[in-house]
Each structure stands twice: as C-alpha cells, then as structure tokens.
C-alpha cells in the first residue's frame, strides 16, 4: 500500500460526509452535487484499498476504517481553517483581538480603549472579556492580557504589572476613619476573585498585618467578581480590599481614596503574552507600547505604599 496522500478534495469530501452522515447534506455543504461527492468517495476508497462507509438503504455508516480516519481528517481541516483565517489576519493587519478578565475589561482597558482608538484610528480593536484561557488560532485571538501566576511558555510574554490591595472607599465614609481599627464599624465588602491563589487575600489579612485583632466571623457583603465589588464602595456603603489595577482610575480621580498606606501584595500578576514571532506585527507592536506606557501611572501608585506579602 502506498503511502502516497490521496488528493486534498476526496478527503475534504469524506470529512464532510463522515461529520453529516449523509452524503446529501455534506454535498450541499460543499456545493457539489451527491453523485459528485459520491466519487470523490470512491476514489478515496480506492486509494486507500476499503471501504470506508457501509452504504444503507437511506443511510450511511462508517466502517471500522472511516472511523480510524475520521477524526485525523476532522482535525486537520479545523487546523487547516485556523492556520488560514490566522493567515488572512496577518496579511490585513488592521484589526486587533484581544482578550482579558471581566474585571480588568471593564476597569481599566474598556475606559482607556476611545484614547487608543483616537490615536490609531487605522486600528479595530476587539475585545472578549472572559476568564477562560482562550486558544490564539482556534479562537482567532491575537493578544491576551493574562493575570495570575501562571508561565507563559512558548509565549512571547510582557510582564506588565503587579498587584497590591488596600482598603479603598470613597471620600466622605473615610472622613470617619482615624485608624485601621474603625474600618470594623464600617460594611466590609469582600472581593473574592482572588480565591483561586494558594494564600487568597483578605481581610482578615490585612488587619492581621494592621495590628487589628477582628472577630471570629466577618461579616459583609461578598462578591466574585472584583468590579463588581468596586462598585459597591463607589456607592460610598461600604469600604473594600481593593485591587490597585481596578481601583487605578477612581483613586487618580479622587472618587475613592484608601486612607491607610499598609498594602497587601500576591504573587500574581498581569502581563501580555501573544503568539512567538508575533509580537513584531505593527498593531501588536502599537497596542504593546500603548499599554505599556498607560499602565505604568497604575504602578505610581504603589511608590507611597507600605508593601507586604501576604
């Protein structure tokens, strides 16, 4: 038997035909006819020297055979398309995909993207906010801005900033704040998002680190999703153990404030990872310094800190 590769349109007709189980339907995928497809078939059957579908009365079924290449041929069609659409981005080159956490999208990229837009208007971004660990060819991603502990490798990876959390609230609740221990008769909100961390921040934590003695049970509001958690301080309800990255643009602006310097700091991180040899593409290569220069005023705030590790 020859280890020759039968031509790519009898494979690409048996993959449509093995996925649909009907040699009609997978003809008017391919916009062929059935008797086209079914020589395309046959030729494939030849080549390889069995049969590769039992042919029914009104159906069809793989033999032992079709369903050993089956699969492979699946797989390398999937691969094929996404090696092509990931082709057809490279030659176009004006369209930017990224993809982040719902909290940093909505905090701190979403607010600042109408800036990037206006000065690289030749540029569409866009954006998926989610927590999965998205796959850049087959989700037709190009950047990702990835927060955690995790190694980046054979990624090309752009350390981008690190995290620290104090208690944030706004202007007017800490006019009712002189030490740490008050922060107790105030609604404690908890972030806990960072949950997924071996040694997870929180409160108890801090006031550990404040010299607070607390009691047994904390109580307050809690949420798994830090933005979400954020709104509620700007509510001016309640303080909580903010997220430097989150909390960047209301404590520049004012709106909040943490009142105290203590700041707890994790070993996660946030940086920018995109696919080796890609990161010379002219848009990658913008957005890269475009969020390197705007997150280095997010770190300023950590210069009057009193940092410590949780």
Known sequence: ??????????????????????????????AVTPAALSYQIKSLEEHLGVPLFRRLNRAVELTEEGRVLAPGTRDAFDQLRASWRATQRLAEDTTL???????????????RMFDFAQMNPEIDMRVSASL?????????????????????EGLHSVHLLDEWLSPVMT????????????LLDL?????????????????????????????ETLHGHRFSQADHAIDMALEGTGVVLGRSSLCDRYLLSG??????RLALTIPAHYRLICPLGQQG?????????????????????????DLVPV
Do not use: C, Y
């Open 255 to 260: 709106r909040l404030v943490t009142p105290f």
């Open 97 to 111: 995909t990224i993809t982040a956490g719902p909290g940093f999208t909505a905090k701190w990229l979403a607010p």
């Open 1 to 30: 038997m020859s280890d020759r590769l039968p031509p790519l349109t009898a494979l690409r007709a048996f993959e449509a035909a093995s996925r649909h189980m009907s040699f009609r339907d997978a003809a008017d995928e391919l």
């Open 281 to 305: 593409r002219p848009a990658i290569a913008t957005f890269t310094e475009w969020i390197k220069a705007e997150i280095a005023q997010t770190a300023q705030l950590a210069e009057d800190r």
């Open 132 to 152: 999965k660990i998205m796959d850049f060819m087959r989700d037709e991603i190009d950047v990702a801005i990835r927060f955690g502990t995790s190694s980046d």
């Open 171 to 182: 202007p007017s609740l800490a006019e009712q704040i002189n030490e740490p221990r008050d």
């Open 187 to 215: 609604m404690l909100i908890h972030d806990e998002s960072l949950n997924f961390l071996s040694a997870p921040p929180g409160w108890r934590a801090w006031f550990k680190h404040a010299g607070v003695e607390v009691p």
